[in-house]
């Protein structure tokens, strides 16, 4: 049974990086069984698809944050990680990492609460 | 890009009522790219439904989901209380390839 577990830093400032880190358990990030996805949501808002890693290294992302937004592995660490820069405030939201096929989302994490505030 | 649409906004029901909930795509889609999520407060989504009828694991055979093209459709025959709860829908497309609609809010009258 994968299960997924998101951590980062809880408060970024403007107009600098966000990191945060996925951590899997009970599967691996090598896995040709997973697609691995960020999505967000913002607080009393809807959900928003971020993007997506595949084992092979291939990356698919939502056009409107692909300018920002980097996804990696670290199978050293069975980890997977977000990056987005250039934040501001609309970039405040619950940070979910999840796991599925292309086309759906099986198992999440409990989310991770960033805040974009100077 | 495709759009989806959710309806009604808020649903009002009792407990043992029966909850429609609709998903409307603004071009058709696969049934193998519907999904549908419940999402309880402060918690995680949890997938319900995908290829617009199957069931996730572990899911109870209440959840049902139908439909085709640009009209879906995610059924709860008679609401446990544990049902009550915020609903999406979500398909894969070309862009953004993944999508989720607004979400429907079933809560209790």
């Known amino acids: 049974q994968v299960q997924l577990q998101e951590s980062g830093p809880g408060l970024v400032k403007p107009s600098e990086t966000l990191s945060v880190t996925c951590t899997v358990s009970?599967?691996?990030?090598?896995?040709?069984?997973?697609?691995w996805s960020w999505i967000r949501q913002p607080p009393g808002k809807g959900l928003e698809w971020i993007g997506y890693m595949y084992y092979s290294g291939s990356t698919n992302y939502n056009p409107s944050l692909k300018s920002r937004v980097t996804i990696s592995l670290d199978t050293s660490k069975n980890q997977f990680s977000l990056k987005l820069s250039s934040v501001t405030a609309a970039d405040t939201a619950v940070y979910y990492c999840?796991?599925?096929?292309?086309?759906?989302?099986?198992?999440w994490g409990q989310g991770t609460l960033v805040t974009v505030s100077s | 890009d495709i759009v989806l649409t959710q309806s009604p906004g808020t649903l009002s029901l009792s407990p043992g009522e029966r909850a429609t909930l609709s998903c409307r795509a603004s071009q058709s889609v696969s049934r193998t790219y519907l999904a549908w999520y419940q999402q309880k407060p402060g918690q995680a989504p949890r997938l319900l439904i995908y290829?617009?009828?199957s069931r996730a694991t572990g899911i109870p055979d209440r959840f049902s989901g139908s439909g085709s093209g640009t009209d879906f459709t995610l059924t709860i025959s008679r609401l446990e209380p544990e049902d009550f709860a915020v609903y999406y829908c979500?398909?894969?497309?070309?862009?953004?390839?993944?999508?989720f609609g607004p979400g429907t809010i079933v809560d209790i009258k």
């Open positions: 979500q398909q894969y497309g070309n862009s953004p390839p993944l999508a």
């Open positions: 999840a796991g599925g096929t292309y086309y759906y989302a099986s198992v």
């Open positions: 009970g599967g691996s990030v090598s896995s040709r069984s997973y697609y």
């Open positions: 290829g617009a009828s």
